[in-house]
C-alpha cells in the first residue's frame, strides 16, 4: 500500500507562487509514474502535471505550461509541484497521485484512472 500525503496549499493572491509537496510512504513511489489533478469547486477533476519514475519526461495541462513544473527526489519518496503566477482560475483542491502500473515506464497518462494511488488534497485559494 502506499499513502500520499500532500501539503503547501493555502490562500494566496493572483500572481503569487506556491510550491505543492506529495510525501510517499508505505511502500516507495521511485519506480512509479507520478502526477498532479486539481478539482475546482463544482468541475470535474482535471489533469495538471505528470512526471516519469526518472524524472526524465515530463506532461503538463495546456492550461499549466509555462506556470506549473512537477519535479521528483525519490530520495526522500516526494513529488513537487512548483507553481508560479497564480491566477484565480488555479483555485481547487490539488490531488496527488501514483500510477503503479506504470512501473519504470517512459509513458506519461493524463486520464485519472490510470492511477490507483491518491493523497486527500491540498486546498490552494487564489485571491484576485
Known amino acids: 500500500q502506499v499513502q500520499l500525503v500532500e501539503s503547501g496549499g493555502g490562500l494566496v493572491q493572483a500572481g503569487d507562487s506556491l510550491r505543492l509537496s506529495c510525501a510517499a510512504s508505505?511502500?516507495?513511489?521511485?519506480?512509479?509514474?507520478m502526477g498532479w489533478f486539481r478539482q475546482a469547486p463544482g468541475k470535474e477533476r482535471e489533469f495538471v502535471a505528470a512526471i516519469t519514475w526518472s524524472g526524465a519526461r515530463t506532461l503538463y495541462a495546456d492550461s499549466v505550461k509555462g506556470r506549473f513544473t512537477i519535479s521528483r527526489d525519490n530520495a526522500k519518496n516526494t513529488v513537487y509541484l512548483q507553481i508560479s503566477s497564480l491566477k484565480p482560475e488555479d483555485t481547487a483542491v490539488y490531488y496527488c497521485?501514483?500510477?503503479?502500473?506504470?512501473?519504470?515506464?517512459?509513458?506519461?497518462?493524463?486520464?485519472?484512472?490510470?492511477?490507483?494511488?491518491w493523497g486527500q488534497g491540498t486546498q490552494v485559494t487564489v485571491s484576485s
Open positions: 508505505g511502500r516507495t513511489t521511485s519506480n512509479y509514474a
Open positions: 497521485a501514483a500510477d503503479q502500473s506504470n512501473y519504470r515506464g517512459s509513458y506519461l497518462s493524463p486520464m485519472s484512472r490510470s492511477y490507483n494511488y
